[in-house]
């Protein structure tokens, strides 16, 4: 009954237009008077405060202001122009390159609306420049942009372990090779694509352009490598490498490029701390209901409608994934992850699934969600920046879609594909 009135509730709100953390607030009150505790103004701010008093969270701010001083600060375009160099002599090159440039994205800012916003800026007018489709430059976009939650450091993979009690380490160890296996096939898929819909760029370079290139694009790429080298082997914890990438920005783009400024990095500063409030109110009041549903002993009686399953992993995980695909339709990652992960994860830890590899599909299913209608957060975005209408962006979005949940299902069907490199990287 508790189970289906948290459902009822959310959706509800969910769908009469109420923002997200209003909306789990709203459900924390109406479990609280489900439970017989009446009206005790004290639980859920308290709930609120200890769900994000959290030292593992503290990456979060440290991140969303590494990636926003990129953004501002030259090092967006160094990376486009370095993916540009490595793969723009193919044909199609402008594809390959907003597919490459997601992958380097992924690993230096971690977020997928800042990596379309960032890419989608850069590279949407220079695919119209040359003749592609509109709806379709957008698409390959927008399907790169779901590789920013699955290669580390990832600010959702710092959630999800934060909320289920998972090592953020290993998380992030194990979305690096699926996430360089997504890009691989959505690499494969644009070869098909060029050749359906023609075109025909090609970008060259001389050696002189390619050498400039590589040595000023070289600081952005050493990033992600020092980031993760330096978290893999100890030299700190995910939360200390947050605010390593910070510090590295500010240094890269104030006194190499020095195309940011003391004034500039105050305006950052300001719009990192507005980002950064938006997702800690959702994660506060998510740790709300999260309480709620533990008292409600919800867990319990999703284990009990899944208990059929619970010996067929594999149908179980198909089930689940089948659910989380719904949910990533109608709301966004960050609040999925919340409000799901302390419900499935009791669930799959008694079927016997690993962890870090249900963590793993959790976080990809719910990250495709974000480039499905109707609340896919980056088809706006991208249809924003590009001046494209929405119908035609996700018809042209769609065979990416596709090939992202093919992967999806190879990783569900083959776990070892995850979990032997996240062994062999740990």
């Known amino acids: 009954m508790e189970l289906l009135i948290f ?21 924390s009150m109406v479990l609280m008077f489900h439970g017989g505790m009446g009206l005790d103004v004290l639980i859920i701010p308290q709930a609120m405060l200890d769900g994000s008093d959290n030292y593992a969270l503290m990456a979060i701010p440290f991140f969303i202001f590494a990636g926003e001083i ?72 927008s399907a790169g942009a779901v590789l920013g939650p699955i290669i580390p450091p990832s600010t959702n993979f710092i959630i999800l372990g934060v909320t289920v009690g998972l090592s953020v380490t290993k998380l992030f160890m194990i979305g690096l090779v699926p996430g360089i296996l997504l890009g691989i096939a959505l690499m494969v898929l644009w070869y098909v694509i060029v050749r359906i819909d023609g075109y025909t760029d090609q970008m060259t370079f001389t050696k002189e352009e390619a050498r400039s290139i590589v040595i000023d694009s070289w600081p952005a790429f050493m990033m992600p490598v020092l ?71 919800i867990p319990s009686q999703v284990v009990s409608l899944f208990e059929p399953l619970i010996d067929k992993p594999i149908l179980l995980l198909l089930a689940l994934n089948a659910f989380l695909f719904l949910a990533g339709m109608v709301m966004d990652l960050t609040p999925n992850i919340l409000i799901f992960a302390p419900v499935f994860f009791p669930l799959a830890k008694q079927a016997g699934i690993d962890p870090y590899h249900f963590g793993l599909l959790f976080v990809l299913n719910l990250g495709i969600g974000v480039i499905t209608p109707p609340v896919g957060t980056i088809l706006y975005v991208i249809c924003g920046i590009g001046n494209i209408k ?35 990287l740990i």
């Open 227 to 297: 980031l993760l080298g330096g978290i893999r082997f100890g030299v700190f914890t995910p939360t200390e490498g947050g605010a390593f990438a910070a510090i590295y920005a500010i240094a890269v783009c104030m006194f190499y490029y020095r195309e940011l400024s003391f004034r500039e990095l105050l305006e950052v500063s300001a719009s990192s701390a507005r980002t950064t409030a938006v997702v800690m109110v959702v994660v506060a009041a998510a740790s709300a209901v999260g309480w709620f549903i533990t008292s409600a002993q």
């Open 7 to 27: 459902i009822g509730t959310l959706f509800f709100f969910l769908f009469i237009g109420v923002p997200i953390w209003q909306v789990l607030v709203l459900c």
């Open 70 to 141: 990129m953004s501002a600060g030259g090092l967006s375009v160094r990376v486009v122009r370095l993916a540009q160099l490595l793969v723009g002599r193919i044909r199609g090159g402008l594809g390959y390159a907003a597919i490459f440039a997601s992958v380097i994205f992924a690993g230096l800012m971690g977020s997928s609306v800042g990596e379309a916003a960032a890419l989608g800026g850069l590279l949407l007018p220079m695919m119209k420049k040359v003749g592609y489709n509109p709806g379709r430059a957008g698409a390959v976009i």
């Open 390 to 424: 929405i119908a035609l962006l996700i018809r042209k979005l769609m065979p990416f879609i596709l090939a992202e949940i093919l992967v999806l299902f190879l990783l569900l069907f083959f776990p070892k594909l995850s979990l032997v490199p996240m062994k062999m």
